[in-house]
């Protein structure tokens, strides 16, 4: 019906109707843009300056004249970094998993028992590195790692294993408490829809779980160091 209307008409008037729809159009997504893209830019500078502020603030905590607050300092900006490297690996050994290991439909079961097969997996991977980590053979006890503090000349010897166990070993640690909270959550869900209120039992299972995990480490930790009779 539009159609035959405009043909009906002259041409100089459906190029007037053409151009003055085009027009109303520009300036109504030109008006849409501009009130979007305010609000988003504003949201980019502010995200832009509190990084370089805290960037800043950093600079300002790790070089206090203070020796407590550089000791802390280092030691959460340590922390921090660590976190978000066993976030990052966590996330690709999932991805990994779910993509190239793991059947596409597969039921809640199967998931919940892949999980916790992936978190003891984790776990008994960490008490290796730890133990790989402070290992040390009996001539090489009193190696060490000389590091300077700042300018002021003092120098700390850390032994080599305490470092090791520090980094690989809170790196470790971060992702098989990652795998753990993923299990247990789609565990308390998985209950929730099935039995209600059941679900209060998931936490004193993972409690119950991690008790019994840390006591068998604790007694495969103390056979290992008696079996060559050196404290390593």
Avoid at 2 to 21: F, K, N, R, W
Avoid at 30 to 42: I, L, N, V, Y
Avoid at 124 to 136: D, E, K, L
Wanted: some cysteine; proline content about 3%.
């Amino acid at each position: 019906m539009l159609l035959s209307a405009l043909g009906q008409t002259s041409p100089v008037a459906v190029a007037s109707v053409t151009s003055t729809a085009f027009k109303a159009d520009a300036a109504s997504t030109s008006q849409w843009s501009g009130d979007a893209a305010e609000p988003r830019g504003r949201s980019f500078a502010t995200m832009l300056l509190g990084a370089v502020a805290f960037q800043m603030s950093l600079f300002y905590l790790v070089n206090q004249p203070d020796e407590d607050m550089r000791r802390y300092s280092w030691q959460v900006i340590g922390s921090t970094i660590s976190i978000f490297c066993a976030v990052l690996t966590f996330d690709a050994l999932q991805l990994v998993l779910d993509q190239f290991l793991l059947p596409s439909p597969i039921s809640a079961t199967a998931d919940l028992l892949v999980g916790l097969a992936v978190s003891s997996f984790l776990f008994c991977t960490m008490q290796g590195i730890v133990w790989m980590g402070t290992h040390s053979e009996p001539e090489d006890l009193g190696a060490s790692l000389n590091v300077s503090v700042l300018d002021q000349g003092v120098r700390l010897k850390v032994p080599r294993r305490v470092l090791n166990a520090k980094t690989f070993g809170a790196i470790s640690a971060q992702i098989a408490g990652f795998a753990a909270i993923r299990v247990f959550g789609k565990l308390q869900y998985q209950i929730y829809g099935d039995f209600g209120i059941w679900l209060l039992v998931v936490p004193l299972l993972c409690a119950a779980t991690f008790v019994v995990l840390m006591m068998a480490s604790l007694k495969f930790r103390q056979r290992v160091v008696n079996m060559d009779e050196t404290m390593d």
